[in-house]
C-alpha cells in the first residue's frame, strides 16, 4: 500500500483495485490514477461525505417461497424461456392484471422503504420484502431469475443496480435504491426509488431529486405517436443542467408476462431507438444518474453494478402504459394522482 498525496490510501500495484472489481489494481484503476496524480488531481474513489466504498458482505441462503404462489417459467432452473419478442402491445385483460401486479408491487417497495434506517442490513430489508411478496400472494421476480439470490435489489451509494442484499448495514448518510418486482397473475410489475439513509449531504439529496425529476421527464414524454428515444431525450436534457452522468448500460424494458422483453428503453438519446409507441404498451423507465461519469464496472459476483470513479449513483423506476391520451402510471402510489393525460 502507499499513499496518495491527497487522501486516500491506495492499493499496491498486485492487490485488488479500490473500485471492486476483483482484478489486480495494476490492470485496472492504477494507470488512470497515475496520469491524475501527475496532472495534480486525486486518485481513488471519489466518494462523497468520507463514506467508505461499498464492498461485498455475507449473502444468506434463498429465501423460500411456499408451493401455493404461482412461479414464473424461470423459477426452478434459473432461465427464462426466450420470448422477449412477443406482441408489444397487450390486450384489455393482460393490462388489467398488470394495474394489479404494479400495485402489488407498489405496496411491497412501500412496505420496505418504510423499514430503511441506520443500522438494518440488506438482508434484513430483503427478508421485509420478501414476506410482503408472500402475502401479496406474488413471486419475488428476481428470484433465481439467471441465478440472482434474493427478492429485491439493494444499490447503495456508488453502487448504479443489481445490489445483492448482504450482511451489511445501512449507515447514517448511505443513499439506497430498493427495487421491487412482483410476478402475480402471471405478470410483472417492477418499480424502484432511492431514498437517504438517516442525515445525508447536500450533494447526494440533489442527485436523488435530479434522478427522480429524470424519470418524470421521462414519462412526460409518452404518448401514441411519440417514440421510444423520444424517452432518452427528454432524461439528458434534465441530467445535463447539472453535469450528471447518465448510465447506458443498463435500459428500461417491455414488460408483461415476460420479465424483460422489447422494447429495450435506453435512458440517454439513441436514434436506433425508434419504435413509435402505441395505446396498450407498457414498459419500464428506470433512469440511474451518477454524480460523475456514467462508465460501471462490475463486481466479480457478475450482479453488482458500480460507478467507475466511485462517486454515488441514484435510480427511480415506474412500470407505464401508454394509453389513448397519454401515459398511466402503473406503479405510482395511490395516494398520488396521475400527473400526464392518460
Ligand atoms: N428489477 C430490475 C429491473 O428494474 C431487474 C433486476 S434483475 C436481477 O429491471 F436479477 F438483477 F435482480
Ligand atoms: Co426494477
Ligand atoms: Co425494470
Redesign the pocket.
Known sequence: MYANASGPVLPGPNDPCWCGSGRKYKKCHQPKDRLALLQGGTAGPQVANGSAPVRPGVVSPMRQVPSHIVRPDYAESGRPQSKRQQPLVKDAATIARMRKAAQAARRVLNTTLAAVRPGITTDELDAIAHETYLREGGYPS?LN??G?PKSI?TSVNEVI??GIPDSRPLNDGDIVNV?V?IFLDGVHG?C?ETVPVGTVDAESLALIEATRSCLMAGIGSVRPGSRICDIGRAIEEVAAVSNYGVVRAFVG?GIGEVF?MDPQVPHYYDRNASTVLQPGMTF?I?PMINLGTWRHRSWPDN?TAVTADGKRSAQF?HTLLVTEKGVEILTLDPSLPQPFPH
Open positions: 428476481t431469475y439467471h440472482y435489489c443496480c443489481h427495487d418486482t417492477d424502484s424494458h424483460h419500464t428506470e450482479w423506476e
